[in-house]
C-alpha cells in the first residue's frame, strides 16, 4: 500500500526557513513523478514544485522560484522541499504527492494519485 508520510511544518517569521520532508512506501521514486501542493485558508490548491519522472526536471510555481528546491533521496525514499525567505503569502497546508502530473517544459503541475496528510506553515511575526 501507497503511504506518504509528512514531517516539517510550523511556525517561522518571515525571512526565515523551513524543511518539510516526505517519506513515501509501498513504491519506488525512480518511477513515478513526485511533487508537493498547497492550500491557503479560502483558496485553492495550488502546485508548488514537482520532479518529472521521465527526465528529473524540475518545476516551480512562478511565486515560490529562486526560494524553494525540491530534492528527493532515493536510498531513504524521501523527497524534501527547502523553504528560504518565507513569506506571509507561504502560509499554507502544504501536502506531499505522488503520481502527479509534471510538465517542467510547459510550466504544467497537476494531478496525484497519492497524497500525503498535510503539514501547516504560518509565517508570521
Known amino acids: 500500500q501507497v503511504q506518504l508520510v509528512e514531517s516539517g511544518g510550523g511556525l517561522v517569521q518571515p525571512g526565515g526557513s523551513l524543511r518539510l520532508s516526505c517519506v513515501i512506501s509501498?513504491?519506488?521514486?525512480?518511477?513515478?513523478?513526485i511533487g508537493w501542493f498547497r492550500q491557503a485558508p479560502g483558496k485553492g490548491r495550488e502546485g508548488v514544485s514537482c520532479?518529472?519522472?521521465?527526465?528529473?526536471?524540475?518545476y516551480y510555481a512562478d511565486s515560490v522560484k529562486g526560494r524553494f528546491t525540491i530534492s528527493r533521496d532515493h536510498a531513504k525514499n524521501t523527497m524534501y522541499l527547502q523553504m528560504n525567505s518565507l513569506k506571509p503569502e507561504d502560509t499554507a497546508t502544504y501536502y506531499c504527492a505522488a503520481e502527479v502530473i509534471c510538465i517542467p517544459t510547459l510550466q504544467a503541475m497537476g494531478g496525484g494519485d497519492y497524497w500525503g496528510q498535510g503539514t501547516q506553515v504560518i509565517v508570521s511575526s
Open positions: 509501498g513504491f519506488s521514486l525512480d518511477y513515478y513523478a
Open positions: 520532479i518529472s519522472s521521465t527526465d528529473g526536471s524540475e
